[in-house]
């Protein structure tokens, strides 16, 4: 049997005394979903240091080039609950605040002589960090600034100090980095620039933006994409309509906030609520009463269930295919051109959002991995066989862990040979041929209006 401890919730005036339950389900069962420590990990609060896999390899291996996709960090919502009053986060960053880091200050005097950059379109109006002493919607927070100072950080032991990718007299052609158009995606690429590089030379600074979320650049016609999109928004509908407690809690929460049902859940609270849970601040209250944990549970509960099934259908996996095609595409093309022997591009980053990264994972076929946190990092390893110096492997992590041998297309490899690493011709053959296999087509072009019967 498993022990449990159940937390005590003092939320409604419920017993506030910690006491022990009793499961008696057998250890074989899956592990039944904690809403709780699953925000937890969502929240990515930086605590303590952080473990990683990165930059492991048999010493006669030479690493070539690094890329990394990256989530923003912590965000004030996008969203705000009608009728209730917004959560009070301060975006000013402070660095006598928690959470912070030793180089917040120097970053934020670093950020104020930015005008040097070259900032493609849009990117050159947006601030390059936070300072709104009440968070504007979207706004990256002070959270989320440290959670990339730390990922540059953890990625510059690693990559500069360890294993030399960059050297100090690095040149602008070394680094690639694009953006979308939001100031939250610019100041976390900026924040783990800044730890990365310390005190780079902004003359070598080069933001491309990217409008797409999918970093679909000049390849973003696709019929097909959008039709199994609207399908799994279907599937995620049908879900959430099946799932009774989930509509009681929308009832109950509505008649607190005293607005329609409707209303309530077209201002998708989880996103709000999410925001309230990562940074400490009670849920709100009205004269009717006050949104608990019991409602958190039970939507966070509701979204993992859908994360669950999201996965085991093929819906969202065949839309993730042809979304992500262009950027694993870019991305495989670069590495050919670096195992070739260009020395351009070899760090590259991609700051981006969830609807980026989860999609590369599916796609990818790393299914046990969970739906990106804030901040989470997707790198792709690039390495050089010091003894067979024209055989090139790539790594895949994913947060720190090594997922390479999840992809599907290196699944079998794994079991066969004792390589610790992926053949890079395994991730070529993957995007330019096998990933259009299931649509029973030879292209992008022609996955992406094919329609499979």
């Known amino acids: 049997v498993h022990l449990i401890p159940v937390n005590p919730i003092r939320e409604g005036g419920l017993n506030p005394k910690s006491r022990k339950r009793i499961m008696p389900d057998l250890l074989t069962e899956p592990p039944a979903i904690d809403p709780v420590y699953e925000a937890h990990v969502y929240c990515n609060i930086p605590t ?98 440290v959670q990339h100072l730390r990922n540059g950080q953890l990625l510059r032991e690693i990559y500069i100090k360890k294993h030399k990718l960059l050297l100090s007299d690095w040149t602008a052609k070394q680094l690639y980095l694009e953006t979308t158009g939001k100031s939250r995606t610019l100041q976390s690429a900026l924040a783990l620039l800044y730890t990365f590089l310390p005190d780079f030379d902004w003359k070598k600074i080069n933001m491309r933006h990217q409008w797409s979320t999918i970093f679909c650049s000049g390849s973003c016609d696709c019929p097909m994409r959008n039709h199994y999109l609207e399908e799994e928004q279907r599937r995620q509908y049908s879900l959430r309509v099946k799932n009774n407690d989930l509509e009681k809690i929308y009832v109950d929460m509505a008649k607190i906030v005293g607005i329609p049902t409707r209303q309530l859940r077209a201002s998708n609270p989880i996103d709000s609520l999410l925001c309230y849970f990562c940074h400490n601040v009670s849920f709100p209250c009205t004269k009717t009463g006050c949104i608990g944990m019991e409602h958190f549970k039970v939507i966070k509960r509701h979204q993992l269930e859908d994360e669950r099934e999201r996965q085991e259908k093929k819906l969202y996996f065949l839309y993730a295919l042809l979304a992500t095609h262009p950027l694993l595409n870019q991305t495989v093309n670069r590495l050919q051109r670096i195992a070739e022997g260009k020395k351009e591009e070899l760090f590259v980053l991609y700051s981006a959002h969830d609807v980026t990264l989860s999609p590369v994972l599916s796609a990818l076929g790393v299914t046990e991995a969970r739906f990106p946190r804030f901040a989470a990092r997707l790198v792709f390893e690039l390495w050089q066989d010091g003894k067979r110096p024209k055989e090139h492997f790539i790594r895949i992590l994913y947060n720190g862990a090594d997922v390479t041998f999840q992809t599907s297309f290196c699944r079998d490899y794994y079991k066969r040979s004792s390589k610790p690493m992926c053949p890079l011709e395994k991730f070529v053959n993957f995007v330019k041929k096998d990933m259009f296999l299931v649509f029973n087509s030879t292209s992008y072009y022609d996955a992406c209006r094919r329609r499979l019967l």
């Not at 070539?64 to 975006?91: E, F, M, N, W």
């Not at 402070?94 to 005008?115: D, T, V, W």
């Not at 390059?128 to 968070?135: A, D, I, Q």
């Open 48 to 145: 303590i240091a952080e473990r990683s896999m990165e930059g492991h390899a048999p010493h006669y291996f030479k690493l070539v080039s690094v890329q990394v996709v990256i989530r923003h960090g912590d965000r004030y919502p996008l969203y705000a609950i009608p009728k209730t009053k917004r959560p009070d986060i301060d975006c000013m960053l402070l660095p006598s605040r928690k959470p912070s880091h030793p180089q917040l200050e120097a970053f934020i005097k670093h950020m104020s002589k930015g005008s040097a950059a070259q900032m493609e379109g849009s990117l050159s109006s947006l601030p390059r960090y936070p300072s709104h002493s009440l968070c504007e919607m979207g706004e990256l927070t002070q959270t989320g600034v």
